[in-house]
């Protein structure tokens, strides 16, 4: 009898606040029927080098993206090399912020250096010096991940052509992104414009996720107060968290905007749908990108509501009829004439909305994920190790040296 699979699957995981952790969750039942997988999040992770000691998995499969939840997935990468789903093609961010705030400056110029040799001189100082930010987006700091990988995927065809190119020795393969179709509870929906003072016919447009500055909250707050200026009954929905750092025009006192914008905090996974069904239109906006498939978009799609997105490159294959597309260069033109158009007229707005809903059908399932899961789990574990002899030697150090010389003492030795 042929024994299935067995996976170890490096993830955030709930209760995490993430949308990969939601991720994981939703889509391992689906891989469950068919193959043995243990879930190792943060957690749960120190117990993975003696269980696969034990009994070796058969492939390691690691969830990467620029988010500091994944930082722990980092220490494994490259001593079990396995298949990397990288969610996020520019990981700078949180690999800056782990290995800064840990006081490894050495670490980091090494890693950034063997990331990018070509850079200007001193650029990795900008960093050190508390000094970048956006200008992360440059430096993606993919190497070390690709490099070692048994495969590599994604979830974009424009992301994976991107990657195939800077590591043509590298084999990069595409995996549709899945979320499951919505349960909505259109009684919780009125309620929840009822809380928030919103009446029946106003238009709400709806923005998901924690709100960020790369989220164009400010573009679209103006937008808001552009259109009731001009007589709509428009409102604002943040479904999320705040970053600490975005500051909210409707809190510096623009009047346009009292009462209009309303910021919910966080809401639980399950909660969303009810969220998705208050809303008449969402807004998936995005600048800069790390290049990431916004799963939040989907699960506007798949709960048939019209959108509004930023107009990026590797999004180009969405037709024009699936979303309304931001133009970044006009960006405050562009999305005025967007949201104005779809609060003036409900035929545009139910035909985004069933076009978006019929992409998401042929495309973004949890079905369709997980039979490109499968797919790439079978040809991943038939991948062999690469052999990459020049590391930082960070990645190379397991760090042992000082239990080595303890055991020595007595008598006790391990290869």
Request: proline fraction near 5%.
């Amino acid at each position: 009898m042929i024994q299935p699979m067995r996976i170890a699957w490096f993830s955030p995981l709930p209760p995490t606040r993430s949308g990969i952790s939601a991720y994981s969750a939703e889509l391992l039942p689906h891989l469950e029927r068919r193959y043995v997988v243990d879930a190792f999040d943060e957690r749960a992770a120190y117990d993975f080098a003696w269980t696969h000691r034990r009994t070796p998995y058969d492939l390691v499969v690691y969830h990467l993206g620029n988010a500091r939840c994944h930082d722990y997935i980092w220490a494994y990468l490259a001593a079990y090399p396995g298949l990397v789903v990288l969610h996020d093609a520019r990981l700078h961010h949180a690999r800056a912020s782990l290995l800064l705030q840990s006081k490894r400056e050495g670490d980091y110029r090494r890693e950034f250096w063997y990331d990018h040799p070509d850079a200007r001189k001193n650029v990795v100082e900008y960093a050190v010096a508390g000094l970048a930010g956006p200008i992360y987006y440059f430096w993606p700091m993919t190497r070390v991940v690709v490099e070692t990988a048994r495969l590599v995927a994604v979830h974009n065809e424009s992301v994976a052509r991107e990657l195939r190119e800077t590591y043509p020795n590298r084999e990069v393969e595409t995996i549709r992104m899945g979320v499951p179709g919505p349960r909505v509870d259109m009684t919780a929906a009125a309620a929840v414009r009822a809380r928030f003072g919103i009446a029946d016919k106003a238009i709400v447009f709806a923005a998901f996720g924690k709100a960020t500055a790369e989220k164009r909250i400010g573009a679209i707050e103006r937008a808001i107060g552009a259109l009731a200026a001009i007589g709509y009954d428009v409102h604002l929905l943040i479904v999320g968290e705040r970053d600490a750092s975005l500051m909210l025009l409707s809190e510096l006192g623009a009047p346009r905007l009292a009462n209009r914008v309303h910021v919910t905090g966080y809401v639980a996974d399950e909660d969303v749908a009810t969220y998705l069904a208050a809303s008449d239109v969402c807004l998936c906006l995005r600048w800069p990108t790390a290049l990431e498939t916004s799963a939040s978009w989907l699960r506007c799609i798949a709960a048939a509501r019209a959108t509004i997105v930023s107009d990026l490159a590797h999004t180009a294959d969405v037709p024009a009829s699936v979303a309304r597309r931001v133009d970044l260069i006009a960006e405050d033109e562009s999305l005025l004439n967007a949201m104005r158009e779809l609060a003036a007229d409900k035929a545009a707005r139910d035909a985004v909305a069933r076009a978006g809903h019929e992409w998401w059908k042929a495309h973004h399932t949890m079905d369709a994920m997980a039979e490109d899961y499968r797919r790439i789990l079978d040809r991943a574990v038939t991948c062999p190790a690469p052999k990459v002899s020049d590391l930082p030697a960070h990645f190379v150090d397991d760090y042992s040296d000082a239990a080595r010389a303890i055991a020595i003492q007595y008598g006790i030795s391990w290869p």
